[in-house]
Antibody
Framework: QVQLQESGPGLVKPSETLSLTCTVSGGSVSSDNYYWSWIRQSPGKGLEWIGYIHYSGSTDYNPSLKSRVTISLDTSKNQFSLSLTSVTAADTALYYC?????????????WGQGILVTVSS | DIQMTQSPSSLSASVGDRVTITCRSSQNINNYLNWYQHKRGKGHQLLIYAASSLQSGVPSRFSGSGSGTDFTLTISSLQPEDFATYYCQQSYSTPPTFGGGTKVEIK
């Protein structure tokens, strides 16, 4: 059974960079069949897909966040990470990591339980 | 972006009830529609993919139907462990987008 666990600071100051890591167990981030994703949920916007990465290095980001987002992969640690720059209060949300199966239909078949990140001074 | 609208936003039901949740997309998405269950403090569970395919390990009381712009998730006989929030998600185009959720509560 694949498990994902988010980690990182729960409080980030405005204008700084939000950095989160997702540790994967029971599966490999080097698998050819999956993309590794970040999704967030804030009270005002519901669930919002941030982006994902394939072990080949291929990435895809939500256009609404693309200028501020980087997702990277560390195969040696079986982890992937999110970096979101220049954060504001609007970036306060529950952040989830998830595995995406990108076959004929793209779906997220395993999710972490989420980490709350608050942007505040 | 494709907008996904779920209804109702919440409902109250009893164990054994048949429950139906609707999801509507702002444009034709063929059958590129998935359903998830979420319980607070846990990871979201994939229930249905491609509108009507049951994910491995998911009880057969869950079913999905629809195509085009209108989709339905049905729970044939609500069980105590089914009280949760349900989300639809389209994967027809990038970015994938989600419905606002339907919270199923105990009557």
């Amino acid at each position: 059974q694949v498990q994902l666990q988010e980690s990182g600071p729960g409080l980030v100051k405005p204008s700084e960079t939000l950095s989160l890591t997702c540790t994967v167990s029971g599966g490999s981030v080097s698998s050819d069949n999956y993309y590794w994703s970040w999704i967030r949920q804030s009270p005002g916007k519901g669930l919002e897909w941030i982006g994902y990465i394939h072990y080949s290095g291929s990435t895809d980001y939500n256009p609404s966040l693309k200028s501020r987002v980087t997702i990277s992969l560390d195969t040696s640690k079986n982890q992937f990470s999110l970096s979101l720059t220049s954060v504001t209060a609007a970036d306060t949300a529950l952040y989830y990591c998830a595995r995406a199966d990108v076959g004929l239909v793209v779906y997220f078949d395993f999710w972490g339980q989420g980490i709350l990140v608050t942007v505040s001074s | 972006d494709i907008q996904m609208t779920q209804s109702p936003s919440s409902l109250s039901a009893s164990v054994g009830d048949r429950v139906t949740i609707t999801c509507r997309s702002s444009q034709n998405i063929n059958n590129y529609l998935n359903w998830y269950q979420h319980k607070r403090g846990k990871g979201h569970q994939l229930l249905i993919y491609a509108a009507s395919s049951l994910q491995s390990g998911v009880p057969s009381r869950f079913s999905g139907s629809g195509s085009g712009t209108d989709f339905t998730l049905t729970i044939s006989s609500l069980q105590p462990e089914d009280f949760a929030t349900y989300y639809c998600q389209q994967s027809y185009s990038t970015p994938p987008t989600f419905g606002g959720g339907t919270k199923v509560e105990i009557k």
